[in-house]
């Protein structure tokens, strides 16, 4: 079955950077693009970043814009979020959740488990 | 960015009974609108896509109307497990944007 499984939270201090990553399995990771979605501490959901199915396009959310990077890397079916210039507002669970489509965007039919992200002095 | 607004905020209910959860969108979608179930510290799990099309394996007492900027997500004959923050999601166009949440809870 499909399993998304995040991995690289920690407590950060702002400004300083911090990668996560999200192991694909069960699916045919090429064929979907994948996004992140974050959820602040007893807040809603907030969508952050997607990137296509080829990593031919990528779009972020403005809040996060010119300071994340989301990559994927084919060969080990692995989703990335590199954040930089960490701000206290980023604190937040991020799921990765892969969309049912391979490009455009619809859908998120599957999250994983979410790893949590404290930014903070 | 098209904004969704949600109504309730908070809803307490009698197992058995029904609940309509409305979204609204700042400008149409028209059926871009999926359904979203977040219980306790779990991931969101997909309910209802394109406004009205049950996702696979829900339980048939969800179900989702709507098209253009008005949606309902309706839970028929409420059960304990159905306990739970519903969000909708557009995905007509980017950034992608979800509703502020449904709170429901069992009397």
């Known amino acids: 079955q499909v399993q998304l499984v995040e991995s690289g939270g920690g407590v950060v201090q702002p400004g300083r950077s911090l990668s996560l990553s999200c192991a694909a399995s069960g699916f045919s990771f090429r064929n979907y693009a994948m996004h992140w979605v974050r959820q602040a501490p007893g807040k809603g959901l907030e969508w952050v970043a997607v990137i296509w199915h080829d990593g031919s396009n990528v779009k972020y959310a403005d809040s996060v814009k010119g300071r994340f990077t989301i990559s994927r890397d084919r060969s080990k079916n692995t989703l990335n979020l590199q954040m930089n210039s960490l701000r206290v507002e980023d604190t937040a669970i991020y799921f990765c959740?892969?969309?049912?489509?391979?490009?455009?965007?619809?859908?998120?039919?599957?999250w994983g488990q979410g790893t949590l992200v404290t930014v903070s002095s | 960015e098209i904004v969704l607004t949600q109504s309730p905020d908070f809803q307490s209910v009698t197992p058995k009974e029904r609940v309509t959860i409305t979204c609204r969108a700042s400008q149409s979608i028209g059926s871009n609108l999926h359904w979203y179930q977040q219980k306790g510290d779990q991931s969101p799990k997909l309910l209802i896509t394109?406004?009205?099309q049950s996702f696979s394996g829900v339980p048939s007492r969800f179900s989702g109307s709507g098209s253009g900027t008005d949606f309902t997500l309706t839970i028929n004959s409420l059960e304990a497990e159905d306990a739970a923050t519903y969000y909708c999601h557009q995905s007509l166009s980017y950034p992608f944007t979800f509703g502020p949440g449904t709170k429901v809870a069992i009397k």
């Open positions: 394109y406004a009205s």
């Open positions: 959740a892969r969309d049912a489509r391979a490009a455009a965007g619809t859908y998120l039919d599957n």
